[in-house]
């Protein structure tokens, strides 16, 4: 195909796109407010078109791209796509089990601090590494743990910690590494909900020992699905993208052949000298990788990551201001010394208001004013966990208060100044009933 060819499929594709955007209007009850959800412009379906017209169907250069300039956002030296945050997740944490690490492996039955009320895939890897969660309670307003109930956590058979950032707002990140330090435990930065936030003035997913993330369509940026996982440490990274990839020992790229120059010239394991280092494994791994159209559609959403971010910020915003002293409702804080990226505006019922969480909801979706749980509100109460072997440090009361009274709504960037001052107002007339 020519290049003339590709110009003009491109420029039809972005004809397309400002046509089935050219009438999207705003209908109040009519259009649905989505909680949350993609924003794309015409450069985003050219790029996805782009690649699919190369055929790159497999991990490649746009991959390979993505992870530099992720890596470089966080100020981290190793960025390894995924096929889904809770990947990244699974991971970053299998990777603290294995035998590289020596004594400072975790095994079986040590425990990993982390919080009751979040999504279930911070804590999923800890159980199916057959180690421990503890769980501890988070401050209503902010949704997030502090570092004084982490620390009062920390036991002798305490190894990690892993907690996310509660819908953009960061918890005490700083403070929360330097625990880490102080009692040689690893942390993991579950960034996901949190990609251009920024806590102590640098930002989130640059503390941990590994950090990670998502690009499912609710997060800040998008592939459609697709992870990463981040960090400093060479020695871990290797070991991420063994397990990334199948397990094996071999770190060649894509269409690369030899890139350690001892791909005949080995002996690993029981397996006969030379034997082909592309098919020797090291690890029990996985396939997590992503794609390069999925890479190709991130690489367009990377630039647009400021723009995302003030967008969030400025929903937030109004939408807070726009409900300053609505009867109850308990209004969120970001955290003290925090930027947040936002990703929901929480809101909580307060215990003498006149109404239920169950009946603010339903009022707002009959609105097409669409609403979310705070995830799993206290998982030690849901089904899935009700066999597994878990510790409470200290009372979990807010994340009860999250799981009975709690909801979010949305201020991604594609919501506007309209159908902010319709969710606002919407709510105000529920609560002068």
Not at 260 to 274: D, I, M, T, V
Request: charged share 25%; net charge negative; proline share 5%.
């Amino acid at each position: 195909m020519s290049r003339t060819e590709k110009d003009l499929i491109l420029e039809s594709v972005r004809k397309y796109h400002r046509a089935q955007e050219a009438d999207r209007r705003f209908v109040p009850g009519e259009t649905p407010i989505l909680p949350s959800g993609a924003t794309f412009d015409e450069d985003d379906r050219a790029a996805l078109v782009e690649a699919a017209l190369s055929m790159r169907i497999a991990a490649g250069a746009s991959a390979i791209q993505f992870e530099r300039k992720f890596a470089r956002l966080l100020g981290r030296r190793k960025a390894h796509l995924t096929n889904s945050g809770s990947s990244a997740n699974l991971l970053a944490l299998t990777t603290l089990t294995q035998r590289e690490l020596g004594d400072r492996r975790l095994v079986p039955g040590d425990e990993v601090i982390t919080v009751a009320a979040g999504f279930p895939t911070t804590v999923n890897p800890i159980v199916q590494n057959q180690l421990v969660p503890v769980l501890v309670d988070v401050d209503l307003r902010t949704y997030n743990t502090t570092a004084d109930r982490v620390a009062d956590a920390i036991g002798p058979r305490t190894r990690a910690i892993m907690i996310a950032h509660a819908l953009g707002n960061p918890f005490p990140a700083a403070e929360i590494a330097e625990l880490a330090r102080q009692h040689d435990l690893f942390f993991v930065e579950d960034n996901c909900d949190a990609v251009g936030s920024f806590y102590d003035g640098r930002p989130t997913g640059s503390f941990g020992d590994f950090a990670t993330a998502s690009f499912y369509p609710a997060h800040h940026l998008t592939m459609g699905e697709g992870g990463c996982v981040v960090t400093d440490n060479l020695a871990l990274a290797k070991v991420v993208e063994s397990l990334r990839d199948w397990g094996r020992d071999c770190w060649c790229e894509p269409a690369q052949s030899d890139t350690c120059h001892k791909r005949f010239s080995q002996q690993l394991g029981r397996l006969p000298y030379g034997y082909d280092h592309k098919y020797t494994f090291s690890h029990i791994g996985y396939n997590l990788k992503t794609t390069d159209l999925q890479a190709a559609l991130g690489l367009a959403q990377f630039e647009k990551l400021p723009e995302f971010g003030a967008a969030r910020r400025r929903n937030w915003q109004r939408m807070r201001e726009a409900l300053d002293g609505v009867p109850g409702l308990l209004l969120p804080e970001p955290t003290p010394n925090s930027d947040p990226s936002w990703f929901g505006f929480v809101l909580t019922v307060t215990e003498d208001a006149s109404f239920d969480r169950s009946e603010i909801v339903a009022f707002l979706e009959s609105r097409k004013i669409g609403t979310r749980m705070l995830f799993s509100g206290n998982l030690a109460r849901q089904p899935a966990y009700q066999d597994v072997d878990f510790k409470v440090v200290g009372s979990l009361e807010n994340s009860d208060t999250i799981t009975e009274r709690t909801f979010w709504i949305g201020v991604y960037p594609g919501i506007t100044n309209e159908m902010i001052d319709y969710v606002a107002q919407s709510i105000r007339a529920f609560t002068a009933r």
